[in-house]
């Protein structure tokens, strides 16, 4: 495994990666561009995940990724992938409830849904459920880029006929060829006896790449994959989700909570402090004509103070905060960590630190929100950033709660106008969303491991990314499969010799058949 991780970082995929952009663009692109979406060709020059995610589910092998990647950009310009909105899909597929993403399974992957009852074989709305299907895709893939998904098929009440076997393989191309790497599991619930015949069609569809990613659960075993939260009643579940349309479900964000109603920012805190000083100072100067002699030292000397205790409520704040190490560059903020906060198991490892970098020329106003606001407490969760200031945001568990990969995050932040005129409550009551950045980050929860033996030099405890861990674990099993490839190989040839040595043997019995016969006196 740690071969394996090592070999990733080695120079060997960086020309993998050059070699498959550079022959694309070569043979794929140069003689018929007006095959793919201009945006679909940017991004592969310019994404590296993106090349590696398609050159990890070929193996690596160049020639057969180039093959994938042509047909997966066809697919994209042909259903205008790009460019699917929620007003480009027939609103009755939304009301249907026949396809949604809501919850989490126990790796914190995203969980994708397919009610199969609700599917009715039609010609006619093919394409349109084709994507619809994309559109949900997408729209995740967007939302919450490197995530993978496990798509789950509920076959509750369902029969033969809810089976479109073109649809399903539709279904399973998205994911072996379209969006490389997305898929994490395919769960099928509770599956009729009568349609084990199209399962096996289908699973034969998946191919080796992913045919290790299909399970089979009852309701008794699902909850080996999800937890019972997010299981609707006739699984076993708890979950009192109801699907419904107008508006699309989504993650649940919501400001951060205390025991007392919403968290206020320490901004706002201060700011009114400063507002009651200002205040009694006013006051003061009426009565006294000494004291406003003397007033503007006074007022120096108290924004002097107050200055060095922000400093020291900052360092204080974010004393024993986990550091980011990535940053992701948004168009208004750069925001850090890139994806992911860590938080440890221990009791010292409750804190995780999210900086904001104000990166254009006019004031920022910003908020965050998260799925589980019970649990965390956001310092501050809602304030003003300067052009070219940065704030340091303190998340840290609240009590005895424990963070879970299932927890999200939602930085929003949007350009102000008119700073003092502004309160921000109104303010975000009344700015469009399309001015609005929103960056997701999800949690990752760091498990302690002990080495057991002091000889053991340069151990260190393997709290990697997942997402380095699923790449090696796919190396692994890509590996596993040519070594099978190669067995079944030597096997086909090993009949083929016995089959060659029997077909000898018996032609030298036939021989010395004939020779004994033709010895005989007639």
Not at 43 to 55: H, I, K, T
Not at 237 to 253: A, M, R, W
Not at 385 to 394: M, T
């Amino acid at each position: 495994m740690a071969e394996l991780e090592k070999h990733q970082s080695e120079p060997g995929i960086e020309a993998k990666i050059h070699e498959t952009r550079e022959r694309f663009k070569n043979e794929f692109v140069q003689d018929s561009a007006e095959k793919y979406d201009q945006r679909d060709m940017d991004r592969l020059q310019e994404d590296n995940s993106m090349v590696e995610g398609y050159l990890m589910w070929r193996l690596y092998v160049v020639d057969d990724t180039l093959k994938m990647i042509d047909e997966s950009f066809r697919w994209r310009k042909e259903y205008g992938v790009n460019d699917l909105t929620e007003s480009s899909i027939p609103k009755w597929m939304f009301e249907s409830g026949a396809v949604f993403l809501h919850g989490y399974d126990k790796e914190g992957n995203k969980l994708f849904w397919f009610k199969v009852k609700l599917h009715v074989k039609d010609a006619k709305s093919v394409i349109d459920k084709k994507k619809y299907v994309a559109f949900w895709l997408e729209r995740y893939v967007k939302k919450e880029p490197g995530m993978p998904l496990t798509v789950v098929f509920d076959m509750a009440e369902s029969g033969i006929g809810h089976i479109d076997m073109d649809f399903v393989k539709y279904v399973v191309n998205c994911f072996k060829v379209y969006y490389p790497k997305l898929l994490s599991k395919m769960i099928i619930v509770e599956m009729p006896w009568i349609m084990n015949a199209a399962w096996k069609i289908i699973k034969s569809w998946l191919g080796p790449e992913a045919i290790s990613k299909l399970k089979f659960a009852s309701r008794s075993e699902i909850q080996s994959y999800i937890d019972a939260e997010y299981l609707p009643p006739h699984m076993g579940g708890t979950d009192p989700f109801k699907y419904s349309y107008p508006p699309l479900p989504d993650d649940d964000f919501q400001t951060p909570m205390s025991d007392n109603g919403p968290i206020v920012s320490e901004d706002e805190i201060e700011s009114k402090d400063g507002e009651l000083e200002s205040k009694d100072g006013l006051e003061s100067s009426f009565n006294s004509a000494e004291v406003v002699a003397v007033k503007p030292k006074k007022v120096n000397f108290i924004e002097d103070q107050l200055r060095a205790e922000d400093n020291d409520k900052a360092e204080s704040r974010t004393k024993g905060a986990r550091k980011p190490l990535t940053t992701f560059k948004g168009a208004l903020l750069d925001i850090s960590p890139a994806e992911e906060l860590s938080f440890g198991s221990g009791d010292t490892e409750k804190k995780s630190l999210i900086i904001l970098s104000n990166v254009t020329k006019n004031p920022l106003a910003f908020k965050v929100r998260t799925t589980a606001p019970e649990k965390y407490r956001v310092k501050p969760s809602s304030s003003t950033c300067e052009p070219g200031g940065s704030i340091d945001i303190v998340v840290s568990l609240h009590g005895g709660s424990q963070a879970s990969p299932q927890d999200r995050f939602l930085v929003m932040a949007a350009e102000m106008d008119n700073v003092g005129s502004q309160e921000l409550a109104q303010f975000w009551k009344e700015v469009p969303k399309a001015r609005i950045m929103e960056h997701r980050l999800r949690c990752h929860v760091l498990e302690s491991v002990k080495l057991a033996g002091s000889s053991l030099k340069g151990g260190v405890a393997d709290t990697g990314n997942s997402q380095d861990v699923n790449t090696a674990l796919m190396r692994l099993m890509a590996s596993n499969c040519r070594l099978e490839q190669n067995i079944n190989t030597c096997l086909w040839i090993q009949k083929v010799l016995v089959g060659l040595v029997v077909g000898l043997f018996v032609l030298n019995l036939f021989c010395i058949h004939l020779l004994t016969t033709s010895q005989q006196p007639s």
